[in-house]
């Protein structure tokens, strides 16, 4: 696995699963990436939820690789017949799924006999994976183009992230990621569309900040509009509140 040589600081996360999708099952890898990620300096950039299916997982997939953006897998890569991940990741990155010598070793030693004949198969990875131990039962993950692959167990997934980002994303451990600011305006009797010439005019004005509007629907309706980002907020929503006052929209502060 290449370390990067500058900091990336955007990662993506892919969870697997029809449980999650069906609802008979809540997820809880979203809110602990997020919060795992911020804690060594990096952002969450996008999170898709899959179906276990092979069509779906190699769609994505195939897309994913060519993003060439970090990305944590949790979920499928186990041994039973809906345990697809690990084959569907093959096919995306045009590889040949082999047996893994290590893999082999890890899953003999943990089961001895009764590793053969199925649970061997989760030796089984594409060719050109690295593994990532496992702590909780000795049975890997692995990476592949940037694309770490975890089980879907909190128990096994979290700490085997933990260990991919202090390992071979070392560069940003020790600068924790900012906290974006965030500040806003609720704009009255103002419809969103009136909104966009305004929007325009200070998104370039401002071009470190990302300006943001959240329509509020029902009888006391209105429009949240305001700022986020790492720059100079104060200043931007200075600006905002007089290019309101300028064209006399009612607003409070949010």
Not at 23 to 29: A, L, T, V
Not at 131 to 136: A, G, R
């Amino acid at each position: 696995m290449e370390t990067p040589t500058e900091p990336q600081r955007a990662f993506g996360l892919i969870i697997i699963g029809d449980e999650l999708l069906l609802g008979s099952r809540q997820d809880q890898h979203l809110p602990h990436f997020r919060e795992l990620l911020k804690c060594h300096g990096y952002q969450l950039d996008r999170c898709w939820f899959l179906t276990d299916t092979a069509e779906s997982l190699i769609r994505h997939l195939r897309f994913s690789f060519e993003v060439g953006q970090p990305v944590f897998v949790c979920g499928g890569i186990g041994a039973t017949p809906d345990d697809l991940t690990r084959g569907c990741a093959a096919r995306a990155a045009g590889v040949e799924l082999t047996r893994h010598p290590e893999a082999t070793a890890l899953i003999e030693a943990r089961f001895a006999e009764s590793a053969y004949p199925e649970r061997i198969r989760m030796a089984d990875l594409p060719a050109g994976s690295q593994l990532i131990p496992n702590p909780y039962n000795q049975i890997p993950g692995f990476s592949l183009r940037g694309h770490h692959f975890l089980p879907g167990f909190p128990e096994m997934a979290w700490p085997m992230a933990r260990w991919v980002l202090d390992t071979h994303y070392p560069q940003a451990t020790d600068q924790p990621l900012q906290t974006l600011k965030e500040q806003s305006v609720r704009v009255y009797d103002t419809p969103e569309s009136s909104l966009i010439p305004l929007m325009l005019e200070l998104s370039k004005q401002f071009p470190d900040m990302k300006m943001f509007s959240l329509p509020h629907l029902g009888e006391e309706g209105y429009v949240e509009l305001g700022f986020r980002g790492e720059g100079d907020i104060e200043t931007a929503m200075e600006a905002l509140r007089k290019a309101l006052d300028s064209r006399m929209m009612a607003y409070q502060q949010g």
